[in-house]
Protein backbone atom coordinates (compact mmCIF):
# COMPACT_ATOMS: atom_id res chain seq x y z
CA UNK A 1 0.00 0.00 0.00
CA UNK A 2 1.42 3.77 -0.78
CA UNK A 3 1.60 6.17 1.48
CA UNK A 4 -0.64 9.76 1.21
CA UNK A 5 1.53 12.35 -0.60
CA UNK A 6 2.11 15.83 1.18
CA UNK A 7 0.26 17.23 -1.09
CA UNK A 8 -3.26 15.30 -0.40
CA UNK A 9 -5.53 16.39 2.52
CA UNK A 10 -5.34 14.22 5.56
CA UNK A 11 -9.14 13.62 5.25
CA UNK A 12 -8.84 9.80 3.75
CA UNK A 13 -10.66 7.19 5.75
CA UNK A 14 -6.71 6.21 7.33
CA UNK A 15 -6.46 9.09 8.87
CA UNK A 16 -8.43 8.25 12.01
CA UNK A 17 -6.07 4.95 11.64
CA UNK A 18 -2.84 6.62 11.73
CA UNK A 19 -4.66 9.36 14.77
CA UNK A 20 -5.25 6.40 16.64
CA UNK A 21 -1.77 4.75 16.11
CA UNK A 22 -0.47 8.02 16.90
CA UNK A 23 -2.60 8.26 20.02
CA UNK A 24 -0.79 4.80 20.55
CA UNK A 25 2.04 5.01 20.26
CA UNK A 26 1.93 8.69 22.22
CA UNK A 27 0.18 6.14 24.94
CA UNK A 28 3.41 3.32 24.97
CA UNK A 29 1.43 0.47 22.88
CA UNK A 30 3.07 -1.67 20.94
CA UNK A 31 3.19 -0.60 17.38
CA UNK A 32 2.45 -3.02 14.57
CA UNK A 33 4.19 -2.79 11.35
CA UNK A 34 1.80 -2.19 7.67
CA UNK A 35 3.24 -4.92 6.25
CA UNK A 36 2.11 -7.54 8.76
CA UNK A 37 -1.31 -6.43 9.06
CA UNK A 38 -0.91 -6.99 4.76
CA UNK A 39 -0.20 -9.97 5.30
CA UNK A 40 -2.71 -11.04 7.98
CA UNK A 41 -5.30 -9.73 5.43
CA UNK A 42 -3.81 -11.50 2.37
CA UNK A 43 -4.40 -14.85 4.40
CA UNK A 44 -7.52 -14.15 5.88
CA UNK A 45 -8.94 -13.39 2.01
CA UNK A 46 -6.85 -16.74 1.24
CA UNK A 47 -8.61 -18.63 3.90
CA UNK A 48 -12.10 -17.31 2.74
CA UNK A 49 -10.65 -18.09 -0.53
CA UNK A 50 -10.20 -21.50 -0.11
CA UNK A 51 -13.25 -21.70 2.50
CA UNK A 52 -14.97 -20.35 -0.37
CA UNK A 53 -13.66 -22.66 -2.82
CA UNK A 54 -13.74 -25.78 -0.74
CA UNK A 55 -17.84 -25.17 -0.44
CA UNK A 56 -18.04 -24.40 -4.00
CA UNK A 57 -16.42 -27.89 -5.03
CA UNK A 58 -18.68 -29.61 -2.59
CA UNK A 59 -22.05 -27.61 -3.65
CA UNK A 60 -20.75 -29.02 -7.45
CA UNK A 61 -19.99 -32.49 -5.96
CA UNK A 62 -23.28 -32.44 -4.37
CA UNK A 63 -25.23 -30.99 -7.57
CA UNK A 64 -23.30 -33.56 -9.60
CA UNK A 65 -24.75 -36.02 -7.63
CA UNK A 66 -27.82 -34.45 -8.11
CA UNK A 67 -27.64 -34.45 -11.89
CA UNK A 68 -26.57 -37.74 -11.75
CA UNK A 69 -29.52 -38.74 -9.76
CA UNK A 70 -31.81 -37.05 -12.22
CA UNK A 71 -30.25 -38.69 -14.73
CA UNK A 72 -30.71 -42.17 -13.71
CA UNK A 73 -34.47 -40.98 -12.58
CA UNK A 74 -35.04 -39.80 -16.27
CA UNK A 75 -33.67 -42.47 -17.34
CA UNK A 76 -35.80 -44.94 -14.90
CA UNK A 77 -38.20 -42.61 -15.95
CA UNK A 78 -37.92 -43.13 -19.79
CA UNK A 79 -37.68 -46.52 -19.28
CA UNK A 80 -40.61 -46.66 -17.41
CA UNK A 81 -42.51 -44.25 -19.96
CA UNK A 82 -41.22 -46.73 -22.52
CA UNK A 83 -42.37 -50.01 -20.41
CA UNK A 84 -45.91 -48.32 -19.38
CA UNK A 85 -46.63 -47.56 -23.15
CA UNK A 86 -45.38 -51.00 -23.97
CA UNK A 87 -48.20 -52.10 -21.39
CA UNK A 88 -50.85 -49.50 -22.58
CA UNK A 89 -50.52 -50.81 -26.12
CA UNK A 90 -50.46 -54.39 -25.15
CA UNK A 91 -53.21 -53.88 -23.39
CA UNK A 92 -55.26 -51.79 -25.93
CA UNK A 93 -54.69 -54.68 -28.08
CA UNK A 94 -56.10 -56.84 -25.19
CA UNK A 95 -59.19 -54.48 -25.04
CA UNK A 96 -59.70 -54.54 -28.73
CA UNK A 97 -59.10 -58.54 -29.00
CA UNK A 98 -61.40 -59.01 -25.89
CA UNK A 99 -63.69 -56.40 -27.90
CA UNK A 100 -63.83 -58.22 -30.82
CA UNK A 101 -64.54 -61.82 -28.86
CA UNK A 102 -67.23 -59.79 -26.64
CA UNK A 103 -68.99 -58.70 -30.24
CA UNK A 104 -68.80 -62.39 -31.03
CA UNK A 105 -70.07 -64.00 -28.04
CA UNK A 106 -72.71 -61.37 -27.99
CA UNK A 107 -73.47 -62.67 -31.39
CA UNK A 108 -73.32 -65.94 -30.95
CA UNK A 109 -75.64 -65.26 -27.52
CA UNK A 110 -78.05 -63.36 -29.92
CA UNK A 111 -77.73 -65.70 -31.93
CA UNK A 112 -78.96 -68.82 -29.59
CA UNK A 113 -81.85 -66.66 -27.86
CA UNK A 114 -83.08 -66.50 -31.49
CA UNK A 115 -82.53 -70.07 -32.06
CA UNK A 116 -84.17 -71.05 -28.45
CA UNK A 117 -87.08 -68.18 -29.35
CA UNK A 118 -87.91 -69.87 -32.54
CA UNK A 119 -87.40 -73.81 -31.00
CA UNK A 120 -89.89 -72.81 -27.80
CA UNK A 121 -92.32 -70.90 -30.98
CA UNK A 122 -92.21 -74.35 -32.76
CA UNK A 123 -92.75 -76.28 -29.83
CA UNK A 124 -95.33 -74.63 -28.69
CA UNK A 125 -97.44 -75.03 -32.67
CA UNK A 126 -96.58 -78.04 -32.64
CA UNK A 127 -98.52 -78.54 -29.02
CA UNK A 128 -100.87 -76.51 -30.06
CA UNK A 129 -101.41 -78.19 -33.23
CA UNK A 130 -101.92 -81.43 -31.65
CA UNK A 131 -104.04 -80.00 -29.08
CA UNK A 132 -106.30 -78.35 -31.70
CA UNK A 133 -106.31 -81.64 -34.08
CA UNK A 134 -107.47 -83.43 -30.58
CA UNK A 135 -110.04 -81.04 -30.15
CA UNK A 136 -111.54 -81.14 -34.04
CA UNK A 137 -111.42 -85.48 -34.06
CA UNK A 138 -113.43 -84.93 -30.95
CA UNK A 139 -115.79 -82.79 -31.99
CA UNK A 140 -116.03 -84.44 -35.44
CA UNK A 141 -116.46 -87.96 -33.17
CA UNK A 142 -119.29 -86.16 -30.98
CA UNK A 143 -121.19 -84.87 -33.74
CA UNK A 144 -121.18 -87.72 -35.58
CA UNK A 145 -122.19 -90.04 -33.01
CA UNK A 146 -125.21 -87.22 -32.40
CA UNK A 147 -126.63 -88.22 -35.97
CA UNK A 148 -126.04 -91.89 -35.32
CA UNK A 149 -128.32 -90.83 -32.26
CA UNK A 150 -130.66 -89.27 -34.57
CA UNK A 151 -130.54 -92.24 -37.05
CA UNK A 152 -131.07 -94.75 -34.45
CA UNK A 153 -132.59 -93.94 -31.61
CA UNK A 154 -130.50 -95.04 -28.98
CA UNK A 155 -127.97 -93.16 -26.82
CA UNK A 156 -125.05 -96.05 -27.18
CA UNK A 157 -123.26 -94.27 -30.18
CA UNK A 158 -123.17 -90.87 -27.63
CA UNK A 159 -122.05 -92.98 -24.78
CA UNK A 160 -119.08 -94.32 -26.80
CA UNK A 161 -118.06 -91.10 -28.12
CA UNK A 162 -118.25 -89.63 -24.78
CA UNK A 163 -116.39 -92.44 -23.25
CA UNK A 164 -113.84 -92.63 -25.73
CA UNK A 165 -113.07 -88.83 -25.97
CA UNK A 166 -112.36 -88.93 -22.13
CA UNK A 167 -110.16 -91.51 -22.78
CA UNK A 168 -108.03 -89.72 -25.30
CA UNK A 169 -107.92 -86.24 -23.27
CA UNK A 170 -106.61 -88.59 -20.12
CA UNK A 171 -103.63 -89.63 -22.58
CA UNK A 172 -103.11 -86.48 -23.95
CA UNK A 173 -102.60 -85.09 -20.31
CA UNK A 174 -103.16 -80.68 -21.36
CA UNK A 175 -104.03 -78.80 -18.27
CA UNK A 176 -105.55 -76.59 -21.23
CA UNK A 177 -108.27 -79.70 -22.01
CA UNK A 178 -109.64 -79.90 -18.33
CA UNK A 179 -112.94 -77.66 -18.83
CA UNK A 180 -113.15 -80.12 -21.46
CA UNK A 181 -112.84 -83.76 -19.74
CA UNK A 182 -115.43 -81.99 -16.88
CA UNK A 183 -117.97 -81.28 -19.37
CA UNK A 184 -117.77 -84.57 -20.99
CA UNK A 185 -118.13 -86.47 -17.60
CA UNK A 186 -121.22 -83.81 -17.23
CA UNK A 187 -122.88 -85.13 -20.55
CA UNK A 188 -121.98 -88.83 -19.52
CA UNK A 189 -123.82 -88.20 -16.15
CA UNK A 190 -127.35 -86.64 -17.91
CA UNK A 191 -127.05 -89.20 -20.53
CA UNK A 192 -127.22 -92.03 -17.79
CA UNK A 193 -130.21 -90.71 -16.44
CA UNK A 194 -132.14 -89.53 -19.69
CA UNK A 195 -135.18 -91.78 -20.57
CA UNK A 196 -134.88 -93.06 -24.29
CA UNK A 197 -137.08 -95.54 -26.46
CA UNK A 198 -135.67 -98.55 -27.27
CA UNK A 199 -136.13 -98.11 -30.66
CA UNK A 200 -134.53 -101.35 -32.28
CA UNK A 201 -137.10 -103.65 -30.30
CA UNK A 202 -139.90 -101.52 -31.42
CA UNK A 203 -138.83 -101.62 -34.65
CA UNK A 204 -138.27 -105.36 -34.73
CA UNK A 205 -142.21 -105.93 -33.45
CA UNK A 206 -143.21 -103.77 -36.24
CA UNK A 207 -141.55 -105.79 -38.34
CA UNK A 208 -142.89 -108.97 -36.61
CA UNK A 209 -146.29 -107.89 -37.18
CA UNK A 210 -145.79 -106.92 -41.21
CA UNK A 211 -145.04 -110.41 -41.15
CA UNK A 212 -147.72 -111.51 -39.54
CA UNK A 213 -150.08 -109.69 -41.47
CA UNK A 214 -151.03 -112.10 -44.20
CA UNK A 215 -151.85 -115.20 -41.52
CA UNK A 216 -154.32 -113.32 -39.53
CA UNK A 217 -157.79 -114.73 -39.94
CA UNK A 218 -160.58 -111.85 -41.10
CA UNK A 219 -163.90 -112.20 -39.26
CA UNK A 220 -166.16 -113.22 -42.78
CA UNK A 221 -163.85 -115.89 -43.11
CA UNK A 222 -164.92 -117.76 -39.39
CA UNK A 223 -165.78 -121.30 -40.44
CA UNK A 224 -162.88 -121.26 -42.91
CA UNK A 225 -160.40 -120.52 -39.47
CA UNK A 226 -162.93 -122.87 -37.41
CA UNK A 227 -162.21 -125.61 -39.91
CA UNK A 228 -158.55 -125.16 -40.19
CA UNK A 229 -157.97 -124.94 -36.55
CA UNK A 230 -160.22 -127.97 -36.89
CA UNK A 231 -156.94 -129.71 -39.38
CA UNK A 232 -154.36 -128.49 -37.34
CA UNK A 233 -155.34 -130.09 -34.01
CA UNK A 234 -154.27 -133.24 -34.49
CA UNK A 235 -156.59 -136.47 -32.82
CA UNK A 236 -155.95 -135.54 -29.53
CA UNK A 237 -157.39 -132.46 -29.21
CA UNK A 238 -160.53 -133.76 -32.13
CA UNK A 239 -161.56 -135.91 -29.09
CA UNK A 240 -161.46 -133.60 -26.51
CA UNK A 241 -163.36 -131.22 -28.12
CA UNK A 242 -165.94 -133.63 -29.79
CA UNK A 243 -166.49 -137.07 -29.37
CA UNK A 244 -165.51 -139.36 -32.10
CA UNK A 245 -166.52 -142.52 -33.82
CA UNK A 246 -163.01 -142.98 -34.85
CA UNK A 247 -161.31 -146.52 -33.24
CA UNK A 248 -158.32 -146.34 -31.99
CA UNK A 249 -156.32 -149.16 -34.11
CA UNK A 250 -157.09 -147.37 -37.38
CA UNK A 251 -154.12 -146.75 -39.91
CA UNK A 252 -152.79 -143.15 -40.03
CA UNK A 253 -154.21 -142.79 -43.41
CA UNK A 254 -157.48 -144.12 -42.64
CA UNK A 255 -157.29 -141.40 -39.63
CA UNK A 256 -156.56 -138.62 -41.79
CA UNK A 257 -159.46 -139.69 -44.06
CA UNK A 258 -161.72 -139.90 -40.88
CA UNK A 259 -160.51 -135.90 -40.00
CA UNK A 260 -161.15 -134.99 -43.55
CA UNK A 261 -165.08 -136.21 -43.47
CA UNK A 262 -165.02 -134.52 -40.00
CA UNK A 263 -164.57 -130.66 -41.88
CA UNK A 264 -166.15 -131.82 -44.49
CA UNK A 265 -169.53 -132.46 -42.41
CA UNK A 266 -168.74 -129.17 -40.26
CA UNK A 267 -168.56 -127.19 -43.20
CA UNK A 268 -171.84 -128.68 -44.63
CA UNK A 269 -173.26 -127.70 -41.32
CA UNK A 270 -171.94 -124.11 -41.51
CA UNK A 271 -173.43 -123.14 -44.59
CA UNK A 272 -176.35 -121.72 -42.43
CA UNK A 273 -175.03 -119.88 -39.57
CA UNK A 274 -177.55 -117.35 -37.31
CA UNK A 275 -174.86 -114.89 -35.19
CA UNK A 276 -174.25 -111.44 -33.62
CA UNK A 277 -173.11 -109.17 -35.92
CA UNK A 278 -171.91 -106.41 -34.56
CA UNK A 279 -169.48 -104.84 -37.47
CA UNK A 280 -171.35 -105.28 -40.76
CA UNK A 281 -169.11 -103.94 -43.04
CA UNK A 282 -166.42 -106.37 -41.38
CA UNK A 283 -168.91 -109.06 -42.64
CA UNK A 284 -169.53 -107.77 -46.10
CA UNK A 285 -165.93 -107.51 -47.54
CA UNK A 286 -165.52 -109.22 -50.55
CA UNK A 287 -162.64 -112.05 -50.79
CA UNK A 288 -160.75 -109.93 -53.23
CA UNK A 289 -161.09 -106.94 -50.91
CA UNK A 290 -159.16 -109.15 -48.22
CA UNK A 291 -156.03 -108.85 -50.09
CA UNK A 292 -156.10 -104.83 -50.01
CA UNK A 293 -157.15 -104.57 -46.47
CA UNK A 294 -154.07 -106.86 -45.54
CA UNK A 295 -151.96 -104.43 -47.31
CA UNK A 296 -153.49 -101.37 -46.39
CA UNK A 297 -152.60 -102.66 -42.90
CA UNK A 298 -149.04 -102.90 -43.41
CA UNK A 299 -148.69 -99.61 -44.72
CA UNK A 300 -149.88 -98.18 -41.39
CA UNK A 301 -147.60 -100.46 -39.99
CA UNK A 302 -144.63 -99.37 -42.34
CA UNK A 303 -145.89 -95.82 -42.05
CA UNK A 304 -145.82 -96.20 -37.99
CA UNK A 305 -142.08 -97.68 -38.98
CA UNK A 306 -140.96 -94.77 -40.81
CA UNK A 307 -142.29 -92.38 -38.32
CA UNK A 308 -140.55 -94.20 -35.27
CA UNK A 309 -136.86 -93.89 -37.38
CA UNK A 310 -137.82 -90.11 -38.13
CA UNK A 311 -138.50 -89.85 -34.34
CA UNK A 312 -142.60 -88.78 -34.98
CA UNK A 313 -143.84 -90.48 -32.12
CA UNK A 314 -147.33 -88.74 -32.63
CA UNK A 315 -147.50 -89.76 -35.92
CA UNK A 316 -146.65 -93.32 -35.23
CA UNK A 317 -148.93 -93.43 -32.61
CA UNK A 318 -151.88 -92.37 -34.86
CA UNK A 319 -150.73 -94.77 -37.47
CA UNK A 320 -150.16 -97.59 -34.55
CA UNK A 321 -154.30 -96.81 -33.17
CA UNK A 322 -155.38 -96.99 -37.26
CA UNK A 323 -153.48 -100.23 -37.50
CA UNK A 324 -155.29 -101.49 -33.93
CA UNK A 325 -158.73 -100.01 -35.25
CA UNK A 326 -158.78 -102.28 -38.38
CA UNK A 327 -157.58 -104.71 -36.84
CA UNK A 328 -160.22 -105.09 -34.45
CA UNK A 329 -162.72 -104.28 -37.02
CA UNK A 330 -162.27 -106.82 -39.91
CA UNK A 331 -159.98 -109.51 -38.45
CA UNK A 332 -161.51 -112.40 -35.92
CA UNK A 333 -160.80 -110.88 -32.92
CA UNK A 334 -161.19 -114.61 -31.16
CA UNK A 335 -157.89 -115.33 -33.01
CA UNK A 336 -154.97 -116.28 -31.26
CA UNK A 337 -152.51 -114.47 -33.69
CA UNK A 338 -155.29 -111.45 -33.74
CA UNK A 339 -155.08 -111.14 -29.87
CA UNK A 340 -151.21 -111.55 -30.20
CA UNK A 341 -150.82 -108.85 -32.84
CA UNK A 342 -153.22 -106.62 -30.76
CA UNK A 343 -151.15 -107.44 -27.70
CA UNK A 344 -147.94 -106.84 -29.52
CA UNK A 345 -149.66 -103.36 -31.09
CA UNK A 346 -150.35 -102.09 -27.20
CA UNK A 347 -147.16 -102.69 -26.35
CA UNK A 348 -145.33 -100.95 -29.24
CA UNK A 349 -147.59 -97.98 -28.30
CA UNK A 350 -147.06 -98.11 -24.83
CA UNK A 351 -143.11 -98.50 -25.30
CA UNK A 352 -143.01 -95.32 -27.60
CA UNK A 353 -141.34 -92.70 -25.71
CA UNK A 354 -141.91 -88.72 -26.85
CA UNK A 355 -138.83 -87.81 -24.48
CA UNK A 356 -136.55 -85.26 -26.84
CA UNK A 357 -133.16 -86.61 -26.97
CA UNK A 358 -130.20 -84.90 -24.99
CA UNK A 359 -127.52 -82.77 -26.94
CA UNK A 360 -124.45 -81.91 -26.12
CA UNK A 361 -124.07 -78.38 -25.93
CA UNK A 362 -121.99 -78.32 -22.79
CA UNK A 363 -119.41 -80.41 -24.58
CA UNK A 364 -119.68 -78.40 -27.81
CA UNK A 365 -118.88 -75.14 -25.95
CA UNK A 366 -116.23 -76.38 -23.83
CA UNK A 367 -114.72 -77.44 -27.41
CA UNK A 368 -115.41 -74.72 -28.94
CA UNK A 369 -113.70 -72.97 -26.71
CA UNK A 370 -110.88 -74.81 -26.30
CA UNK A 371 -110.33 -74.63 -30.49
CA UNK A 372 -110.55 -70.73 -30.20
CA UNK A 373 -107.49 -70.62 -27.53
CA UNK A 374 -109.01 -69.82 -24.21
Not at 230 to 240: D, K, Q
Request: charged share 20%.
Amino acid sequence: MSSPSPEAPTSSPAAPGLAAADTAVQAGAPVVPQEARGHALQWIVAAVAVGALVSTGMLWQKLSGIQEQLARQSADSGALAIEARTMARQAEDLVRETAARLSVAEARVSEVALQRTQLEDLMQSLSRSRDENLVVDIESAIRLAQQQTQLTGSLEPMVAALKSANQRIERAAQPRLGPVQRAISHDLDRLSRAPVTDTAGLLARLDDLVRQVDELPVQNAVAQAEATRRLAAGPGSAAATAPSTTPDHLAWWQAVLQRGWEVVRDEARGLVRVSRIDQPEAILLAPEQAFFLRENLKLKLLNARLAVLARQYDSARADLAAATAALNKYFDPASRRTQAAASTLQTAQASMKAAELPRLDETLAALATAAAGR
